[in-house]
Nanobody, 124 residues
Framework: VQLVESGGGSVAAGGSLSLSCSSSEDTYASNCMGWFRQFPGQEREAVAA????????YYEDSVEGRFTISQDDAKNAVYLEMNGLKPEDSGTYYCAALVCDSVGLAPGWLPLGHWGQGTQVTVS
């Protein structure tokens, strides 16, 4: 299991950032990959997910329309394009494999439990 996030940084409100997640083949084979974020002192929360066999995407309400998750099967990678960033989007972003059912992301956005080191996003 390997997950490596990159692409975070600092940006002004309204700006954009792109995050990348490189995973091991066995992790990517879970079929559901996603992004979570964590604010200091708070629980990690789901942001976006993708069911890789069909490219079906899922978004948390606060990022719908601003963030886009995508995949690259050849690279076992997922990406998060973030536009219209707000200060409340600041935090540490992690990618993870999630629990799937037979047709897509299982209810509850349940991570399988393996995490990368995260990448910091700061919006001022």
């Amino acid at each position: 299991v390997q997950l490596v996030e990159s692409g975070g940084g600092s940006v002004a409100a309204g700006g954009s950032l792109s995050l990348s997640c490189s995973s091991s083949e066995d992790t990517y084979a879970s079929n559901c990959m996603g992004w979570f974020r964590q604010f200091p002192g708070q629980e990690r929360e789901a942001v976006a997910a993708i069911y890789t066999p069909a490219g079906t995407t899922y978004y948390e309400d606060s990022v719908e329309g601003r963030f886009t998750i995508s995949q690259d099967d050849a690279k076992n990678a997922v990406y998060l394009e973030m536009n219209g960033l707000k200060p409340e989007d600041s935090g540490t972003y992690y990618c993870a494999a999630l629990v799937c059912d037979s047709v897509g992301l299982a209810p509850g956005w349940l991570p399988l439990g393996h995490w990368g080191q995260g990448t910091q996003v700061t919006v001022s």
